[in-house]
């Protein structure tokens, strides 16, 4: 049963941007921690952004101020606006949503729900 569905990846100039889609379930979606990650060529896994049940945002010093993470409770959609794009930026981007741990803080949630990664690719 697939939950979390992506779009929104390609490809993209330096300095450009994109906008990163993650449609959920109601179901998983409803009151629950989410995060975006991106694994890049050679790299681990990484967390771009994360979004509290309460809606506080916290980012990843690389993409601080380039990228915005949001949610729509509504559609049960989760964001990732895109800014201002850096050839670093390029990998896979995923959705999750559930508990999500980063750094020295513990956004809660239940379940532990990844999106199939979406591709994203910066031409120079």
């Known amino acids: 049963q697939v939950q979390l569905v992506e779009s929104g990846g390609g490809l993209v100039q330096t300095g450009g941007s994109l906008r990163l889609s993650c449609t959920a379930s109601?179901?998983?979606?409803?009151?629950?921690?989410m995060a975006w990650y991106r694994q890049s060529p050679g790299k681990q896994r990484e967390l771009v952004a994360v979004?509290?049940?309460?809606?506080?945002?916290r980012y990843a010093d690389s993409v601080q101020g380039r990228f915005t993470i949001s949610k729509d409770n509504e559609e049960n959609i989760l964001y990732l606006q895109m800014n201002r794009i850096r050839p670093e930026d390029q990998g896979i981007y995923y959705c999750?949503?559930?508990?999500?741990?980063?750094?020295?803080?513990?956004?809660?949630?239940?379940?532990?729900?990844w999106g199939q990664g979406t591709q994203v690719t910066v031409v120079t």
């Open positions: 999750h949503i559930g508990l999500v741990r980063y750094l020295d803080t513990t956004y809660a949630g239940r379940g532990d729900y």
């Open positions: 109601p179901t998983i979606f409803s009151n629950n921690a």
């Open positions: 979004i509290s049940k309460g809606a506080i945002t």
